[in-house]
């Protein structure tokens, strides 16, 4: 039960997060400042994440390693309020990453320790996030469209003071528990060079590399684009809710979807959603495909992700979990966010938003392709 309170809740801070960039922009900068700004912050993010998933594995500490992440990120996110000086964002936003970031695969881990062999039902628990983030996205959306953006910053100050709370609540990680109880207390600094043995994690990272190039880039100048558009909050609001309630009719029949499908065959299904989705937004750039393209979102994001962290759980150690999960955030969120934001920005301010997302279509396209000949030719290696 509290797991997925933590996820109805955490997944609140995200619906608030998603209004950042619209106050960057009401600073005044510029759609290349702002993908700079989210650049540098997962930049820094991509190479410290990695480094949380070790700590939780070689201390045995998933739980309270969780819990100084959300302290972390409640206590840097109300400070944005004190600024709009560039640089003290930026060094803001670097701050924030370091302790945001981690908080999602350092849950997973202990969601999947909780669960054991029943792996599959992931989704069933990831669902409450959607949940908690449709419910709240559409009202924020129309609550700052009257008031003041910069009011995302008490949000989710307030959503990650929750958040732990809930965490106290949960139980520790059963996995890491009986290695510590075997090792009798002996800390083992977790190897993250085993990893990178394993060609199944490996390739699958490239994969994500480079569809998060475009799923990153999406989340940074979408809200950008709608507002370009003619769109405002409210709108922006309404599509993001959209794309949640979709979310949510995957997340539900995900154990099922995992459990009947190939792994290949349920990636190929999601590259497609995601090329699918940025043709619509590049060739048609009005408000009923904001909210339509948003449906695609279920197949796309909902089931890329559902999909990918129980592929990380089943071809990885036990030992090497928690870091396992990060190493898959850093690329997700970091490296894939720094060349979505940063080639994003360049195209969007010189080209236009139409041109990036087709840009984004072609990239997912090859992306997809590549991956499914590689998962044809291993087949018989994929759990």
């Known amino acids: 039960m509290y797991f997925k309170v933590f996820n109805f809740i955490y997944y609140m801070t995200m619906a608030s997060k998603s209004f950042f960039n619209i106050h960057f922009s009401n600073l005044g900068y510029t759609s290349t400042q702002i993908g ?9 993010a991509l190479l410290i994440l990695p480094f949380w998933g070790m700590a939780a594995d070689s201390l045995q500490a998933n739980k309270k390693i969780l819990q100084l992440a959300v302290v972390g990120a409640m206590i840097f996110s109300i400070m944005f309020l004190a600024t709009s000086n560039l640089v003290i964002i930026i060094i803001l936003m670097v701050l924030l990453a370091l302790f945001l970031n981690p908080i999602r695969p350092l849950y997973d881990n202990l969601l999947f320790s909780y669960l054991g062999d029943q792996g599959n039902r992931y989704g ?12 709240l996205v559409p009202l924020l959306g129309f609550f700052f469209e009257n008031t003041n953006v910069s009011n995302t910053f008490y949000v989710i100050s307030f959503l990650l ?7 106290f609540k949960l139980p520790k990680n059963k996995v890491q528990q009986s290695i510590e109880e075997n090792n009798n207390n002996k800390k083992r600094f977790a190897n993250i060079g085993d ?16 569809m998060q190039i475009t799923m990153n880039g999406n989340l940074t100048y979408f809200p950008l684009y709608v507002l370009e558009y003619g769109g405002k909050e409210g709108l922006f609001g309404l599509t993001k809710m959209v794309g949640s309630i ?10 099922k979807i995992l459990d009947r499908f190939k792994i290949k065959h349920i990636f190929a299904v999601s590259s497609s959603a995601f090329v699918i989705r940025w043709i619509l937004l590049g060739l048609f750039p009005m408000k009923s495909i904001f909210l339509g393209s948003q449906v695609l979102h279920s197949l796309s994001f909902g089931l890329f992700y559902v999909t990918c962290v129980n592929f990380i759980n089943k071809v990885t150690k036990d030992e090497v979990k928690a870091t396992a999960q990060n190493v898959f955030t850093s690329v997700y969120i970091g490296l894939g966010s720094i060349f979505g934001n940063m080639v994003g920005g360049v195209i969007f301010d010189k080209l236009g938003g139409h041109i990036m997302y087709l840009t984004w279509s072609a990239l997912a396209f090859t ?3 590549g991956y499914y000949i590689f998962l044809s030719k291993t087949e018989k290696r994929v759990v």
Not at 161 to 167: A, C, Y
Not at 195 to 210: A, P, R, S
């Open 246 to 255: 979709s979310e949510i009719l995957i997340l539900i029949f995900s154990d």
């Open 161 to 167: 003071f929750i958040t732990l709370l809930i965490s």
């Open 367 to 369: 992306a997809g392709i």
């Open 124 to 135: 069933r628990y990831r669902l409450w996030g959607s949940i908690g983030y449709t419910l």
């Open 36 to 44: 700079l700004i989210n650049s540098i912050a997962r930049g820094v």
């Open 195 to 210: 990893l990178f043995k394993n060609k199944l994690f490996v390739v699958f990272l490239i994969y994500v590399f480079f």
